[in-house]
């Protein structure tokens, strides 16, 4: 029992998934379906574009401006990085200008100290530095002494050289040094501090001399980090740095990032493209797995370089408010559209499927089945259901005529059975012929006789269209037999027979119109030494066959491949009549592209050329 009910809810599942297959299958082929994806995507697709054209202009846009904007922010914290770097060199030349500081370090310079320190010194150069908080220490550098300034360094045995050399090989020019840690002790206690440094030669004011020492002032790196905070937009994620000619960071609002390589945080090198000796720039770019916008300034002051970093995906917050819009505006579209096209689809299958039943009637026989037709309808539905009506009416007509016309055909066949006598009463008649001229010793009369018989036989065959290759070309020796017989110059005629296209199928009596035309015409006027060549073989998909004569040819030389009676040459009047009636009769049966070609020249004689298909 329960391998009943088992099998009983198999069948019914299988049962509801089958209808609800062509349930899916009659969906998607319903004229409602059709125009419910027709009118969604009419829809859907025009609002596409229209979104993704104006997310790309509004993106466009976004970029050209955030693009412009940091351009001109930048340029505006390079001038005043510009400013303060060139207030620096004008406060280190006062430094050593000053004649009070020029004779102190003069005289130190002459101590046998490798460090020195001097309190007037210091008080001196602190009135200097105390003009702007930035400045964290002076000092003076020989090959051979320190002389302390403001603070003392604790790491000058590891900056001293790189400071003097470097300074001294640029003779009067101003050398800046990268950020660096900086340590520092004074009377009170020892400290670090990031700073950067600018250094210069050192000349005496009276004779220009050389004094083989460097200044080299400490400028705290918060300096530059003020200004660069300067840069950043609260409402976008951006970065601004300074980097060295190297590609160094020299400043950045993350101290942790200082002194490291830029190139560290850029994906695939990119950052290189700053550091290629363009001086300004703009380039997209992955930076700390990000997507970024980079532009760059170089200063100029010296090589360092301004780089402003702003993330694409802050700039497009507002083009996300766009597509967010567009995006509900799509979905209220589709939502119309669908039940705009489900009212239409419905207002046009209901009559529809009405129609479809009617036809189902009609094709099952009934064709008395008519269209409730709503007087009203004026539109395509309404001229399709009174057209409908007017074909299924005249349908009927139709068949109760073809009724008619089929009684009168079998009274035709009846008749056309009773002629068939005739054929027979002939055949018959002309084999008496034959044997009454046999009993008479009219040999030559019998002969006839049954040439004449077999000829008609294959002429009238078996009411077919078509005979064997092997029986047209018998029907062509009857022909020439009876021909021979009659005369007293016999013409010679020779087959050229391929053995494979024996057994094809060709359109019946067209080889011998064609050889009658040459006996009549052709030899008229030469009684000696007339030859028919008569030739068939297969050239791929076609059967050629080829009627040569050696007869007087046309009077004028003719070479054409259609047979109109106004375009035929003169002598060539008897073509309109027989040939024509092959090249007619070859068209209906195998098709417009066969029939004849006829080429001709006075005295050489006539070749006809007979195509046509391959018949089986």
Same mark, same amino acid.
């Given at each position: 029992?329960?391998?009943?009910?088992?099998?009983?809810?198999?069948?019914?599942?299988?049962?509801?998934?089958?209808?609800?297959?062509?349930?899916?299958?009659?969906?998607?082929?319903?004229?409602?379906?059709? &125009?419910?994806?027709?009118?969604?995507?009419?829809?859907?697709?025009? #609002?596409?574009?229209?979104?993704?054209?104006?997310?790309?202009?509004? %993106? =466009?846009?976004?970029?050209?401006?955030?693009?412009?904007?940091?351009?001109?922010?930048?340029?505006?914290?390079?001038?005043?990085?510009?400013?303060?770097?060139?207030? +620096?060199?004008?406060? $280190?030349?006062?430094?050593?200008?000053?004649?009070?500081?020029?004779?102190?370090?003069?005289?130190?310079?002459?101590?046998?100290?490798?460090?020195?320190?001097?309190?007037?010194?210091?008080?001196?150069?602190?009135?200097?530095?105390?003009?702007?908080?930035?400045?964290?220490?002076?000092?003076?550098?020989?090959?051979?002494?320190?002389?302390?300034?403001?603070?003392? &360094?604790?790491?000058?045995?590891?900056?001293?050289?790189?400071?003097?050399?470097?300074?001294?090989?640029?003779?009067?020019? +101003?050398? &800046?040094?990268?950020?660096?840690?900086?340590?520092?002790?004074?009377?009170?206690?020892?400290?670090?501090?990031?700073?950067?440094?600018?250094?210069?030669?050192?000349?005496?004011?009276?004779?220009?001399?050389?004094?083989?020492?460097?200044?080299?002032?400490?400028?705290?790196?918060?300096?530059?980090?003020?200004?660069?905070?300067?840069?950043?937009?609260?409402?976008?994620?951006?970065?601004?740095?300074?980097?060295?000619?190297?590609?160094?960071?020299?400043?950045?609002?993350?101290?942790?990032?200082?002194?490291?390589?830029?190139?560290?945080?850029?994906?695939?090198?990119?950052?290189?493209?700053?550091? =290629?000796?363009?001086?300004?720039?703009?380039?997209?770019?992955?930076?700390?797995?990000?997507?970024?916008?980079?532009? +760059?300034?170089?200063?100029?002051?010296?090589?360092?370089?301004?780089?402003?970093?702003?993330?694409?995906?802050?700039?497009?917050? =507002?083009?996300?408010?766009?597509?967010?819009?567009?995006?509900?505006?799509?979905?209220?579209?589709?939502?119309?559209?669908?039940?705009?096209?489900?009212?239409?689809?419905?207002?046009?299958?209901?009559?529809?499927?009405?129609?479809?039943?009617?036809?189902?009637?009609?094709?099952?026989?009934?064709?008395?089945?008519?269209?409730?037709?709503?007087?009203?309808?004026?539109?395509?539905?309404?001229?399709?259901?009174?057209?409908?009506?007017?074909?299924?009416?005249?349908?009927?007509?139709?068949?109760?005529?073809?009724?008619?016309?089929?009684?009168?055909?079998?009274?035709?066949?009846?008749?056309? $059975?009773?002629?068939?006598?005739?054929?027979?009463?002939?055949?018959?008649?002309?084999?008496?012929?034959? &044997?009454?001229?046999?009993?008479?010793?009219?040999?030559?009369?019998?002969?006839?006789?049954? #040439?004449?018989?077999?000829?008609?036989?294959?002429?009238?065959?078996?009411?077919?269209?078509?005979?064997?290759?092997?029986?047209?070309?018998?029907?062509?020796?009857?022909?020439?037999?009876?021909?021979?017989?009659?005369?007293?110059?016999?013409?010679?005629?020779?087959?050229?027979?391929? =053995?494979?296209?024996?057994?094809?199928?060709?359109?019946?009596?067209?080889?011998?119109?064609?050889?009658?035309?040459?006996?009549?015409?052709?030899?008229?006027?030469?009684?000696?030494?007339?030859?028919?060549?008569?030739?068939?073989?297969?050239?791929?998909?076609?059967?050629?066959?080829?009627?040569?004569?050696?007869?007087?040819?046309?009077?004028?030389?003719?070479?054409?491949?259609?047979?109109?009676?106004?375009?035929?040459?003169?002598?060539?009047?008897? #073509?309109?009549?027989?040939?024509?009636?092959?090249?007619?009769?070859?068209?209906?049966?195998?098709?417009?592209?066969?029939?004849?070609?006829?080429?001709?020249?006075?005295? %050489?004689?006539?070749?006809?050329?007979?195509?046509?298909?391959?018949?089986?």
């Amino acid at each position: 029992m329960r391998l009943g009910l088992s099998l009983f809810v198999s069948k019914q599942v299988e049962m509801m998934t089958m209808r609800l297959g062509k349930g899916w299958r009659h969906l998607r082929t319903s004229i409602k379906y059709k &125009w419910i994806l027709l009118l969604t995507a009419m829809t859907l697709i025009p #609002l596409f574009i229209l979104g993704l054209v104006s997310y790309s202009i509004t %993106k =466009d846009a976004i970029d050209k401006k955030v693009t412009d904007s940091s351009k001109q922010l930048i340029r505006q914290t390079g001038e005043n990085i510009d400013i303060r770097f060139s207030g +620096y060199k004008d406060m $280190l030349m006062q430094v050593i200008t000053n004649t009070e500081v020029m004779s102190l370090l003069d005289k130190l310079q002459q101590r046998d100290e490798s460090i020195v320190e001097h309190l007037t010194l210091t008080t001196k150069l602190a009135y200097f530095t105390a003009v702007s908080p930035e400045f964290k220490s002076i000092s003076f550098i020989t090959d051979a002494q320190y002389i302390k300034g403001i603070f003392r &360094w604790e790491d000058l045995e590891a900056h001293r050289a790189d400071f003097y050399e470097r300074t001294m090989a640029e003779r009067n020019s +101003y050398v &800046w040094f990268p950020t660096r840690l900086g340590q520092y002790s004074d009377t009170a206690d020892n400290h670090e501090e990031l700073v950067f440094s600018l250094a210069k030669q050192v000349f005496n004011i009276y004779d220009g001399r050389q004094m083989g020492m460097v200044v080299v002032l400490d400028i705290r790196e918060e300096m530059l980090s003020d200004i660069l905070s300067k840069n950043t937009d609260s409402e976008l994620s951006t970065e601004s740095f300074v980097i060295d000619q190297n590609g160094i960071i020299l400043s950045h609002a993350d101290k942790s990032m200082l002194m490291t390589p830029m190139n560290l945080y850029f994906q695939n090198d990119t950052g290189a493209a700053i550091q =290629d000796g363009v001086k300004e720039g703009s380039f997209v770019a992955k930076y700390k797995g990000k997507e970024v916008m980079v532009n +760059y300034l170089q200063l100029k002051s010296n090589d360092w370089k301004v780089v402003h970093i702003i993330e694409r995906s802050s700039l497009y917050k =507002d083009s996300n408010q766009v597509i967010k819009v567009i995006a509900m505006i799509m979905i209220l579209c589709v939502l119309f559209s669908i039940i705009t096209a489900y009212a239409m689809a419905s207002s046009v299958s209901k009559p529809l499927k009405a129609m479809v039943k009617a036809m189902k009637q009609v094709h099952l026989g009934n064709l008395a089945t008519r269209i409730r037709i709503n007087e009203d309808r004026i539109d395509e539905i309404g001229s399709l259901e009174y057209h409908f009506n007017d074909m299924v009416g005249r349908i009927e007509e139709l068949v109760e005529a073809v009724y008619e016309e089929q009684n009168n055909k079998r009274i035709a066949e009846v008749k056309a $059975l009773e002629a068939q006598i005739n054929p027979h009463f002939l055949y018959n008649t002309l084999d008496a012929i034959k &044997w009454t001229a046999l009993f008479q010793k009219a040999n030559n009369t019998a002969e006839m006789a049954r #040439l004449l018989s077999r000829l008609l036989h294959i002429s009238i065959g078996k009411g077919s269209d078509t005979v064997l290759v092997h029986e047209e070309l018998e029907h062509v020796e009857c022909y020439m037999g009876i021909q021979n017989l009659r005369t007293t110059t016999p013409i010679e005629v020779n087959y050229e027979i391929e =053995d494979k296209v024996k057994m094809y199928r060709t359109p019946k009596v067209i080889l011998q119109p064609i050889v009658e035309n040459a006996v009549l015409h052709g030899f008229a006027d030469q009684p000696q030494g007339a030859v028919i060549t008569i030739r068939c073989r297969q050239e791929g998909k076609h059967l050629l066959f080829e009627i040569i004569d050696n007869g007087l040819g046309f009077e004028d030389e003719v070479n054409f491949g259609s047979l109109e009676a106004d375009d035929l040459p003169k002598g060539a009047f008897f #073509l309109g009549v027989g040939l024509s009636n092959v090249e007619e009769r070859i068209k209906l049966i195998c098709g417009q592209e066969y029939g004849l070609t006829i080429n001709s020249k006075p005295g %050489k004689g006539t070749v006809v050329v007979i195509t046509l298909p391959i018949l089986e």
